[in-house]
């Protein structure tokens, strides 16, 4: 294809105003896109703030009906509950206790906001001793035993009122053995928002921080290298043969080739997660005056759209619904 240049073609005609520009935008980022990430920690009696992210609060569960009733007001679309247990067990079973902390949370959003959509993290890195998302055999995480479990979690989420389900367990065969799950609970309507690919990133340590689900060791044996962008379209694409109902990429910045090359290989929804470590970078960078906090969350949000995400999970959500782009 030959293209017209200079003078014919003036590509900055199609720049000089606001209104020209927004014309001819080929992304757009609005309310629609943004899911908001929070964190309910049972036991506690006001709200503490994770001092790696500004900004962000561990809420209370006793607050949280006033909580979500703020979040639904000011325009907030879908949330992703996070629980921070006092329960912990070697196989995190409070997370599928019909009482359990996942439960009840879910339960007071859904009573508060009927038309919020709710989406559960389901994973056991909140509700194990060890902070593994997993039970433990030998040293290992048992995969198989594991995805049984988050047949069990995701049950007990929908049975709570949970719009759609997203495991980031990262364990081999979870979207299937969920998806089983919960058809033969009579579940065959509820979306599967699959963590397809995740890799094992430095820029979680803000959100171990806000979960309480610090750990010794690490999770490379089942979150993905940095390194693998084949693997990691390789992961999303099983998936999607499983049975999930839109993909995630996470983290979101370092890694959108891999949610570009994947919006290439699928036509589900994609979603891109902007995570606690890119966050902090953002408000830490902002209160030193190195740059414009909120040009740059347009700017990165921006990113994820351009690179193929329909849908991004931001801390940033909220601050976008109260004071807009």
């Known amino acids: 294809m030959q293209l017209a240049s200079y003078p014919v073609a003036r590509n900055r005609r199609l720049r000089k105003t606001v209104f020209l520009r927004d014309l001819v935008a080929e992304n757009h980022v609005t309310l629609n896109d943004l899911i908001y990430p929070i ?6 009696t006001r709200r ?18 006033d909580e979500i009733a703020a979040i639904y007001q000011d325009g907030i679309k879908a949330v992703m509950m996070f629980g921070v247990s006092h329960q912990k067990s070697a196989d995190g079973c409070d997370s599928w206790a019909k009482e359990g902390l996942l439960a009840r949370m879910i339960r007071t959003a859904k009573e508060v906001a009927p ?5 559960s993290d389901n994973c ?16 290992q995480v048992d995969n198989d035993q594991t995805i049984q479990n988050l047949g069990k979690q995701a049950v007990t989420a929908v049975e709570a009122g949970a719009d759609i389900v997203a495991p980031s367990a990262m364990m081999d065969g979870q979207v299937g053995a969920i ?11 509820i979306p599967i928002m699959a963590y397809s690919s995740k890799f094992a ?40 043969a499983e049975g999930a109902d839109m993909l995630m ?17 699928t036509l589900l929804p994609l979603v891109g997660y902007q995570v606690s470590g890119e966050y902090s970078m953002i408000k830490f960078a902002s209160q030193a005056g190195a ?3 909120k040009a740059v969350v347009r700017e990165t949000l921006g990113a994820f759209k351009r690179a193929g995400a329909d849908l991004i999970l931001t801390y940033f959500a909220r601050d976008i619904a109260r004071e807009g782009f």
């Open 48 to 65: 503490v703030e994770i001092q790696s992210m500004p900004g962000v609060y561990r809420i209370p569960e006793m607050e949280l009906r």
């Open 179 to 189: 998806r089983k799950a919960l058809d033969e609970a009579g579940f065959i309507d």
């Open 124 to 139: 056991f890195c909140e509700y194990t001793l060890d902070s593994h998302c997993g039970i433990i055999a030998n040293g």
């Open 291 to 293: 740059i414009d906090e």
């Open 39 to 44: 964190f309910v920690e049972e036991g506690i």
């Open 115 to 119: 038309k919020l959509i709710v989406i």
């Open 201 to 240: 990133s430095g820029f979680y340590g803000p959100f171990r921080e806000a979960a309480g689900s610090e750990l010794i060791g690490d999770r490379k044996s089942y979150q993905m290298n940095y390194l693998n962008g084949r693997e990691a379209l390789r992961e999303s694409l099983i998936d999607e």
């Open 249 to 265: 990429v996470k983290p979101g910045l370092p890694y959108l080739d891999v949610l570009a090359r994947l919006r290439e290989n």
